[in-house]
């Protein structure tokens, strides 16, 4: 079995699953943002003297304008989370051609 690495206050994590309760006596359109950001990467904030995950997201059905964003926080049991994946840009790799092997390769070129 692989120990879960925890993950770290700024970081990107997914809510898996809407624990039991959280949607509890929330107004529509809170329950509305909260169903909707499950599977998407939300921000993780750090625990709770409990050890509850804080999640912060911008509310999806409010747009963000210049002065102003929804921003909503709720607090889930960590099971219910799991870490972003995130993807790597693939780039050129960098050239390792030694001095030596250049000079090589322009004799043989002649």
């Not at 990467?41 to 929804?70: C, K, M, Q, W």
């Not at 889930?76 to 092997?101: L, M, N, Y």
Request: glycine share 6%; aromatic share 6%.
């Amino acid at each position: 079995m692989t120990k879960m690495v925890r993950p770290r206050a700024g970081e990107r994590v997914v809510l898996v699953a809407i624990p039991p309760g959280v949607l509890d006596g929330t107004p529509d359109e809170d329950q509305r943002a909260i169903t909707a950001i499950v599977g998407k990467p939300v921000t993780f904030l750090g625990y709770d003297v409990i050890g509850r995950a804080e999640l912060e997201f911008d509310d999806p059905f409010d747009p963000r304008t210049e002065n102003y964003s929804h921003t909503h926080t709720i607090w889930v049991e960590p099971k219910f989370i799991q870490r972003a994946r995130t993807t790597r840009v693939r780039g050129k790799r960098p050239d390792t051609t030694s001095k030596a092997e250049t000079r090589r390769r322009a004799k043989r070129a002649r």
